[in-house]
């Protein structure tokens, strides 16, 4: 870069010195961004409402450690008790946020400044981060092109507004960190410590990127074997790779979890030592020998880590979820929507699915393209190719896939730009195919494009071919009502449920969350899998006739039930079971152990009390 600037005519010279840094660059793209978010929720609160259970039980759990819950207490003492649902989730999310909760509390903004600031903090992280991948592959242009598309992939950006306090955003900005730092491990060992820093604490905010870390280790592993090039750098990664995930089990993890299959544990930590040390070994001492002996060195290490894991953990190889019991699978985890492949998604929301699917596809034809010619390429391609054919399994994987798209397609669109600009011709008609390529790469067109399709084959097909119907809320019911007042999140709701003596309270399964949020209630479940047998019960309850729901109640020692009337979750639980105990309350008739509380003015929750 520095030949580059020094053939420049003296005024080129002087006015690219003048030009503000790819940094300062990214602070003014976040910074309009993130203004426009919060003046937009200080004048208007309702517009970043959503109910997210994971959000609603986070701000719980924090709310639980700054009254003195203990660090490695992770379990929610209020759901399914006496015994409470243990966690899998990590306390380096709840310690930032519990941070800006009692700074707010100081300073009379409460729970409002972590629900705000914290998601719009980490999209500076994942901004700088995309624009960093960019510049590690095609230089300045690209990365200011990438923060430009940033701001229109709506997944992950999504993750990133206001309310969204869950782990992924903080994980996915992570590890987009974690990409950046691997593409320069050629610039000094420094760079390998942080990709293997960035791996280490991306499992421990959660472990579904294990997949990713895999094969960006992988990835790394194999380039080195292939060229030997940057063999402390290598070491410094693997070192690191391997000691960092069991020093953050230890400092954050639950000691009742020590081999869990869900969450950073011995089980995962164990390994990675096993094959993080060895990476450093390899890279140290074969650096200078021969390819076959760095292939067989980390064929040796790998094949050792491996072997190690299957035999202590054997139960941990059929995933995360490879301990539920077929009734749990099939009652709750069916029904996830973020738990389902790609194909269930496309089935009950082909639109959204094209959306997301559409920019994937036209960013890894790009990867692979360069990946042909770069070696560099290497590392998001690969990635890339992963995250996409995870979302067969699960689409939880598509934000992290979108998420690395973003610098790719910037790539691609700052090509184009630099080509068109370099030829001759009016400035429109240099402009069109740098306009193209920008709405080939972004998901809003294909999401038109995909909801023009669906309505030309509902009209050629006379409606035989249509989108599947969906079981909705009466729109009668909701069409006046704000996002928190469907969803029973309110402040009308809030006070009819702390105006209530303390109990325990059954809901449908994913207004648990709300519920905890709202009051000093205890529920018998949420959407939470590790309390599989409180799932079942709190879904049985619900969609079985009264009777046998009256069974499970007693054995719970339930106080009350609880309905939102008009959401969807609701509506769906109705569609399901039409004799349920649930439909047969929402229809006006309630079975004689059971008393309706009265309800609040403004609020759709209804309330029973049980009768014992």
Same mark, same amino acid.
């Given at each position: ?41 200080? *004048? ?42 243990? *966690? ?10 519990? %941070? ?104 421990? &905010? ?34 690191? &790779? ?22 950073? #544990?011995?089980? %995962? ?55 539920? #019991? ?39 034809? &790009? ?24 979302? %067969? ?6 934000? %992290?896939? #979108? ?38 790469? &972004? ?16 009209? *050629? #097909? ?151």
């Amino acid at each position: 870069m520095q030949a580059e600037a020094d053939t420049l005519p003296d005024g080129a010279a002087s006015l690219a010195a003048r030009e503000p840094s790819l940094p300062a660059i990214t602070v003014i793209f976040w910074a309009a961004f993130a203004v426009a978010v919060v003046a937009a929720r200080i *004048l208007n609160p309702v517009l970043f409402e959503s109910q997210d259970p994971d959000s609603f039980l986070r701000i719980v759990q924090v709310r639980d450690l700054v009254a003195g819950q203990g660090w490695f207490d992770l379990v929610q003492h209020r759901m399914d008790p006496p015994a409470g649902a243990l *966690l899998q989730w990590s306390r380096l999310i709840d310690a930032p946020l519990a %941070f800006l909760v009692m700074v707010g509390r100081a300073i009379g903004l409460g729970e409002n400044l972590a629900l705000t600031f914290w998601p719009v903090l980490l999209l500076l992280g994942l901004m700088g981060s995309a624009a960093a991948i960019a510049k590690a592959l095609a230089g300045r242009g690209a990365a200011i092109a990438t923060l430009i598309l940033v701001l229109f992939f709506l997944d992950p950006l999504i993750v990133y507004l206001p309310g969204d306090i869950d782990h992924h955003n903080a994980q996915i900005a992570v590890m987009m960190a974690t990409v950046a730092f691997a593409l320069r491990m050629r610039d000094g060992a420094l760079f390998g410590l942080l990709a293997g820093a960035g791996s280490a604490l991306t499992l421990a &905010i959660g472990l579904e990127m294990l997949p990713h870390v895999v094969v960006l280790g992988i990835a790394i592993a194999l380039r080195f074997a292939w060229t030997g090039a940057s063999a402390r750098s290598v070491a410094a990664y693997g070192a690191t &790779i391997g000691i960092l995930p069991g020093a953050l089990y230890i400092l954050s993890g639950s000691p009742a979890a020590a081999m869990a299959c869900d969450s950073l #544990s011995y089980a %995962f930590a164990t390994p990675l030592l096993i094959a993080g040390l060895g990476l450093a070994a390899v890279a140290l001492i074969t650096s200078r020998l021969g390819r076959g002996a760095r292939i067989a060195g980390l064929i040796l290490a790998g094949a050792a880590a491996v072997a190690y894991f299957a035999g202590i953990t054997p139960q941990c190889l059929g995933g995360p979820y490879g301990q539920l #019991s077929p009734e749990v699978k099939a009652a709750f985890l069916d029904t996830v929507s973020e738990a389902q492949p790609i194909w269930g998604y496309a089935e009950r929301e082909p639109v959204g699915a094209v959306g997301s699917a559409g920019p994937l596809i036209v960013a890894l034809i &790009i990867a692979f393209a360069h990946a042909r010619r770069e070696a560099i390429w290497v590392f998001p391609a690969s990635l890339l190719l992963l995250a996409t054919a995870l979302s %067969f399994y699960q689409v939880r994987t598509l934000p %992290f896939a #979108s998420a690395l798209a973003i610098p790719v397609v910037g790539v691609w669109v700052a090509d184009i730009y630099a080509r068109t600009t370099a030829r001759s011709g009016s400035r429109v008609r240099r402009a069109i195919p740098v306009v193209a390529a920008f709405l080939v790469a &972004i998901p809003f067109t294909w999401l038109l494009a995909a909801w023009g399709g669906e309505e030309a084959l509902a009209a *050629l #097909s006379n409606g035989r071919i249509a989108p599947a119907k969906h079981a909705d809320p009466d729109p009668a019911l909701v069409k006046d009502l704000t996002p928190a007042q469907r969803d029973c999140f309110d402040k009308n709701t809030a006070a009819l449920l702390s105006g209530l003596p303390r109990g325990l309270v059954l809901t449908p399964l994913f207004y648990g969350s709300t519920v905890l949020m709202l009051s000093d209630h205890s529920v018998v479940a949420g959407p939470y899998h590790r309390n599989g047998q409180a799932i079942l019960d709190a879904i049985n309850a619900m969609e079985r006739p009264p009777a046998e729901a009256k069974a499970i109640i007693d054995v719970r020692g339930v106080d009350y039930v609880a309905i939102c009337s008009v959401s969807k979750e609701s509506a769906v639980a109705e569609y399901k079971a039409p004799e349920g105990l649930l439909s047969e309350l929402l229809a006006g008739r309630p079975p004689n152990w059971l008393r309706p509380v009265q309800s609040a003015p403004g609020s759709a929750l209804k309330i029973w009390r049980v009768v014992k």
